[in-house]
């Protein structure tokens, strides 16, 4: 087969690019080693910026989220026992929704099904070749769901193939930036009704804890762990204890409570992979970048990038810009810089760490007062959770 982009990953992030760029009447081909029931049952997360959902329906994917989602205009901050407001409409005029992953992935599929993508999902054994060099020839092989071997030759190769990313090996001279955290997070789904209108995001001596929603019959929420906890050695009763310990306060707030429907322990870790080209390569989202989970930036920020990855393949293929996917790696990685540091930032303003002093704790609550107190601060974590402006 022929193409002109070979994408490697057929979640959001290749999705979306191959929806930009089929807008650009530009050809791509997407693989991916899973099955499209697996991606849309494997629960992520929730909260999408206000540009992502811009990008979701101005680009014509779909309207859904509008429909079917909910407009969040703040969080609420939990410590000491009582919860502080932060309202973005007042502090940046901007807003926040709850899409789960899930059905960010339903439309993009059903978009792109819809414009006649070529999508080829169940595949096994992929192989990425001929990127660099004097003479690229950037070709994907792979052994399709009907056991029939394929080679797909393309200008292109994007990496959208997440955190086990096999791309991200071909960039030679790469740079890897790693931070591990001594903690990780216990997600669980949960059928109860919710237990308020927005977001709760609580420090407590117990360690961090998140409620989130889904739907008005099923809840989803999180409990920072040990790295190493086993979530089936958990009962329903010992998941409600923990976490009504942590939401625990003066204010009269109840945590509405119910069968837990799944648990697992997430993964937790910073990483990004520099420069996010190379030769006729590109990559995108987790492939090149990671953020731990708390403030919702790993989708947001993989939407980011092929938002300006589809304009740089546009100028590559169309206009014959060399520099282009150079200028692509450079002002993706501003943002995941600004990422990292927010993500970093809600991580150690909200969770407990073992051996931590005195002082560092008071030290925290005092952050946190900081942020609660001053529209200062506030604007600042408002800002970050509903997106910086695109650029
Ligand atoms: C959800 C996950 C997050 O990491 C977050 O910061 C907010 C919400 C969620 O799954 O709903």
């Known amino acids: 087969t022929r193409t002109e982009v070979a994408v490697v990953g057929g979640g959001p992030a290749g999705l979306m690019l191959s929806h930009l760029l089929h807008l650009a009447g530009i050809d791509s081909v997407v693989v991916d080693h899973r099955r499209v029931a697996e991606i849309e049952s494997t629960h992520r997360a929730g909260i999408l910026e206000r540009d992502s959902v811009r990008l979701l329906v101005d680009s014509g994917v779909s309207d859904r989220v ?23 409409s007042t502090l940046v005029g901007a807003s926040c929704w709850l899409y ?65 990313s096999i791309c991200r090996a071909l960039v030679a001279g790469r740079r890897q930036h790693f931070r591990e955290y001594p903690f990780a997070w216990f997600g669980v789904l949960v059928e109860a009704p919710p237990s308020a209108p927005e977001l709760i995001y609580a420090r407590s001596e117990r360690g961090f804890a998140l409620i989130s929603q889904r739907t008005d019959v099923v809840q989803r929420m999180y409990f920072q762990c040990d790295p190493t906890e086993d979530a089936a050695a958990w009962s329903d009763d010992r998941i409600w204890a923990e976490l009504d310990a942590r939401l625990a306060g003066d204010d009269g707030f109840t945590l509405q409570q119910g069968r837990v429907i ?28 990671t953020v731990p989970p ?12 092929v938002r300006l990855l589809a304009e740089a393949v546009e100028r590559l293929l169309r206009k014959d810009d060399d520099g282009a996917l150079g200028a692509y790696s450079d002002q993706a990685l501003r943002r995941v810089w600004r990422a990292q540091h927010f993500s970093y930032w809600m991580t150690t303003m909200l969770h407990r760490v073992d051996g931590a002093s005195e002082f560092d704790e008071l030290r925290q609550l ?11 601060g506030a604007a600042y974590l408002a800002e970050g959770y509903t997106g910086w402006p695109n650029g």
């Open 262 to 289: 799944e648990r697992t322990v997430l993964p937790f870790r910073s990483f990004v992979q520099a420069p996010m080209t190379h030769g006729r390569l590109a990559l995108a989202g987790d492939a090149a970048h």
């Open 366 to 376: 005092g952050e946190l007062q900081g942020i609660v107190a001053s529209p200062h």
């Open 66 to 88: 509008l429909r079917e989602g909910h407009e969040h205009e703040g969080i609420d901050l939990r410590f000491g026992g009582r919860s502080h407001r932060v309202d973005f």
């Open 100 to 164: 789960p992953q899930t059905e960010v992935f339903v439309d993009l599929h059903a978009a792109r099904v819809r414009d006649g993508g070529d999508l080829r999902y169940g595949v096994s054994d992929t192989a990425v070749g001929g990127t660099d060099g004097p003479d690229p020839e950037p070709t994907v092989t792979f052994v399709d769901a009907e056991g029939r071997r394929q080679r797909v030759v393309a200008d292109l190769v994007v990496g959208a193939d997440g955190s086990r």
């Open 294 to 305: 708390t403030g919702a930036k790993g989708l947001n920020l993989a939407l980011s990038d």
